[in-house]
Nanobody
């Protein structure tokens, strides 16, 4: 199983950004894929989760309003859109798999299975 994140970089506060997670070696259609982030000096936290089988999405309460998750099954890709970027969004962003969805939906990174290496987002003022 391989997950590769991309799309990170320097983004101005107030701007938008789309992160991508390409998944290979994994049956994507029945899985849950989650996005997590870890800011410098802070714990990893859940951002959003998507069920590939039915397309249902879940955004963690603290992230609602500025984040969106979607998928392109043909491209084996899950996206995370960040709107109105804030300085607090500076972090390494990771995608991860969860076959059952329990951890993903709770934003519990400990229960996630396979991880990508992350992509760094830096909000600039």
């Amino acid at each position: 199983v391989q997950l590769v994140e991309s799309g990170g970089g320097l983004v101005q506060v107030g701007g938008s950004l789309r992160l991508s997670c390409v998944v290979s070696g994994f049956t994507l259609k029945d899985a849950y894929i989650g996005w997590f982030r870890q800011a410098p000096g802070k714990d990893r936290e859940g951002v959003a989760c998507i069920s590939i089988s039915d397309g249902s999405t879940y955004i963690q309460d603290s992230m609602k309003g500025r984040f969106d998750i979607s998928s392109d099954d043909d491209r084996h890709t899950v996206y995370l859109d960040i709107f109105k970027v804030e300085p607090e969004d500076t972090a390494d962003y990771y995608c991860a798999t969860d076959p059952l969805g329990v951890s993903c939906l709770r934003g519990n990174w400990i229960g996630m299975n396979d991880w990508g290496k992350g992509t760094r987002v830096t909000a600039s003022t």
